[in-house]
């Protein structure tokens, strides 16, 4: 009898890799296509670093601000300090000018009973109202010190965070600058050619996106809010991309969402990344208009959600505000600022 043949498991059938992204497929394929992709990876850490360095610059300020109502709380209590020094001194130039004895000495050559248990009295409320001021305002004036050398030292934190999220802004902002420089190296064909791919990637996801029924009917009409943030986003199309930007004349993508709910009366986080962890999330089949549309994993770009699968947004450095289909970035969630 025969022995039968054993299966190599390198026979064993392999599942088959998923299949390439278009971004993928034209980078292999296109030199200028390789180009538009690592411009994009570019724009997004140029992005990533602005947010990070406006977040920065945010916790600086609000350190600079703890550190001010320190130093006021200092000036405060060294008028208190000031005022207490003053008054023990007045309360020894009394005794001086009394008969030149201490009130100790008066109370101990004191004969009268009266007189003495007055002068003892007297003595024993001054000398504690004396000690007490002193060693009230040697706590107060350490409890302060202590904070103020706290509130110093966040803000050498907050100074040094701030400087290194500048250098890597300063960094991303250089990279995406080269590649636009190489771009004003290709002919008008090529340009147009390198827009088309970009338009046609973004027009792709857009269709896959809405072919999967993950926008569904939405969650109805804008509220008053959310229309006067609409408004106000929209007004802004046609205005320069500008790092840190938030307004009038330039903005950055979180700079036109923050202002635009600001003038609907409700304050939001500054960056994308704030925004994207403070406010209310919604699943995409509840949008409405007015949301915020926060892109790619670590949360750095952010649109406003206009209806009927676009959004309004601050794209990049050396675009305009302008209405771009919701799937023109890789999509992470939405938020809704108010209910």
Known sequence: MGQSARADPDDDPQPPPPPPTSAEVLARTDGVAALLVRLQDLRH????AEQQS???DAELAARQGELDRANGRVAAE????DASEAEAAQLAGDEYRGGGLS???RFLLSFAPTGLLTEAGDL???SRSEADVVHDVRDRRAALAALRDTARQARSGAELAAGQARAARTDAERQAADVQARLTTLDPAQRAQLDDREAALADQAQRQLLASGVLGTGGGPATPAAATAVTYAM???GKPYLWGGTGPDSYDCSGLTSKAWEAAGVPIPRTSQDQWAVLPRVPLD?????DLVIYFPDATHVGMYLGG????NAPHTGAVVKVAPLAAMPVLGAVRPAP
């Open 78 to 81: 060294q008028q208190q300090v």
């Open 124 to 126: 024993q409320e001054r």
């Open 54 to 56: 406006t977040a920065r």
């Open 286 to 290: 509840a949008l409405r208009p007015g």
């Open 45 to 48: 850490q140029e992005e990533q």
């Open 235 to 237: 007004a802004q199309i």
């Open 309 to 312: 699968g676009l959004m309004v």
């Open 103 to 105: 009130g100790i000495a």
